[in-house]
């Protein structure tokens, strides 16, 4: 991974290491990533996506604070979070970042979605690849709220859905349009 960044690295040689890691993410993960992840979702859409926080002007200015305003003991965003206080209740400029989390670990407990895993773990071969006892039982105890165990049913769950698509329902004959 530090072949890849080391070029981007060079050219923010001697800045701070706050302003390397940011430099980094605006040049790799940024246009590499969440940039074109949510482009494609908005034209897939017809909708067209805006980033103001990457308007020229709000870059430069962000250019211009101290590190200690960036980030500091008490989290990220400062400037921001106390720009957004001024106009948003405390509870929405301070609350935490939450990014865009897929809401999983609900789905897991509704009954159509147990079932669904289920089907899955417990096929015969599936035990090819995992021990589908355990599965079943954190995904029980998932299922009953007695813990947070999806990305422990999550994980196999896509390797066995892409396993049954590429390696078992190939050999089905497809489907002919009426």
Not at 113 to 118: E, F, G, L
């Amino acid at each position: 991974a530090f072949e890849l960044a080391a070029p981007i690295y060079a050219r923010v040689k001697g800045q701070p290491e706050l302003v390397k890691k940011q430099y980094l993410d605006m040049n790799m993960w940024l246009p590499g990533d969440i940039l074109l992840k949510a482009d494609k979702m908005c034209m897939a859409h017809s909708l067209e996506l805006r980033v103001p926080f990457l308007d020229r002007k709000v870059m430069e200015f962000a250019e211009h604070i101290p590190d200690r305003y960036r980030i500091n003991e008490n989290g990220n965003k400062q400037v921001l979070r106390h720009a957004a206080n001024k106009s948003l209740p405390d509870e929405w400029a301070t609350r935490p970042k939450v990014g865009f989390p897929v809401p999983i670990v609900y789905w897991l407990r509704e009954q159509k979605w147990y079932d669904y895993v289920k089907e899955y773990f417990t096929a015969p071969w599936a035990s090819e690849f995992f021990n589908t006892d355990e599965l079943m039982h954190l995904l029980d105890l998932h299922f009953a709220g007695k813990g947070d165990f999806q990305r422990k049913i999550y994980t196999p769950l896509v390797f066995l859905v892409w396993y049954k698509r590429f390696f078992i329902d190939e050999d089905q004959p497809a489907v002919q349009a009426a």
